[in-house]
Structure formats: C-alpha cells, structure tokens
C-alpha cells in the first residue's frame, strides 16, 4: 500500500502545481491589463494632457516611465494623486490642497477602492489616495501615450487607448 500512497501524493502534488501554473498565467499574462484610462483633459491646444489612471489590479502598481508620439519623453511628466473624490482632471488643480503632483516614479498605484471603501477613507481623515492621473506637458500635441509600468515584480508596456479624444492625430 505505501507505493500507492506516494505515488498518488505525488500526483497530487503535481496536479496543485500545474493548478497554481495556470492561474499564474492567467493572472499575469492573459488578463487584461490592471492599467486602465479614465478621462482626458486636454489643455494649450493638446500640449497638456492629464489622464486619469486606474489600478484595476489585485496589488500595486509601479509607474516607470512615460513616452508620447511614438516614444519621445515628454517635456515634463507628474502623478497627480487626489485625496478627495475630485478627480484629477481639468483646470486649477494646483491651487487644490487635495490634490498633489509628485514625480512618476515617486508613489505606487493602489488597487482601486470601491465606492464605500472610498466614503470610509474620506470619514477616516487620514491622506488616502483616492483618485490618480497623469499629467503630461509636451511641446508638440500628443497625439500617443505609452506607459511602462511593474506589477507583481514584472515590467509591462501598454498603450493607452485615447479612444475618440483623438482622431488620427488630430484633435476632435
């Protein structure tokens, strides 16, 4: 009977490692994206643009790097974090004391929050990061945007979808 008793723990052992395997995969490498676009604003006719940036993701996410108009840096990139429930979007931002720019680099994005979790960090008094957005200054118009981003230890590019803000490099 003992050979059996291996030989099936072992298959079992085996069967949790392929199981562990394939939702490793799945988690990296055939869901989509933890990055998602929100709104854009666009300011000085497409110089500036500030998109809002959300962490679908199941833990944080670490922005590296962004590139616009197939992969030029642009003239100044900023994370802007909101600690209320205004998004970080359109004008007047810096006068706003909920809402600070620091480098791209400099804070991790935290998985989204729900609605309630949201209202809850808001009664805590705390500085939580609420809302995220990336605030690009270019000296031509943007007509791309690329980020490159870590999640779970693992560096990934993407592009981010302006959908119909732009069309075909022009403004609409």
């Not at 392929?18 to 989509?32: E, G, H, N, Q, V």
């Amino acid at each position: 009977m003992k050979p059996k008793s291996k030989h099936l723990r072992r298959l079992a052992y085996a069967g949790l490692g392929l199981l562990l395997s394939a939702s490793l995969l799945y988690l990296l490498f055939l869901r989509p994206t933890p990055i998602k676009a929100g709104g854009f604003t666009s300011l000085t006719a497409e110089n500036t643009i500030i998109f809002e940036v959300i962490n679908e993701g199941f833990t944080k996410v670490e922005l590296l790097d962004v590139r616009v108009n197939d992969g030029q840096k642009p003239a100044k990139a900023e994370l802007g974090v909101s600690y209320s429930l205004h998004l970080v979007g359109g004008d007047d931002l810096d006068e706003d004391t909920h809402i600070e720019f620091v480098g791209i680099q400099e804070m991790p994005l935290q998985p989204e929050l729900t609605a309630d979790e949201k209202l809850a960090a808001l009664d805590q008094g705390a500085r939580i990061p609420l809302n995220y957005g990336v605030r690009l200054f270019n000296d031509t118009p943007i007509t791309q945007i690329e980020v490159t981003y870590k999640y779970w230890g693992i560096t990934f590019k993407r592009e981010v979808p302006m959908g119909r803000f732009f069309n075909n490099g022009s403004s609409t």
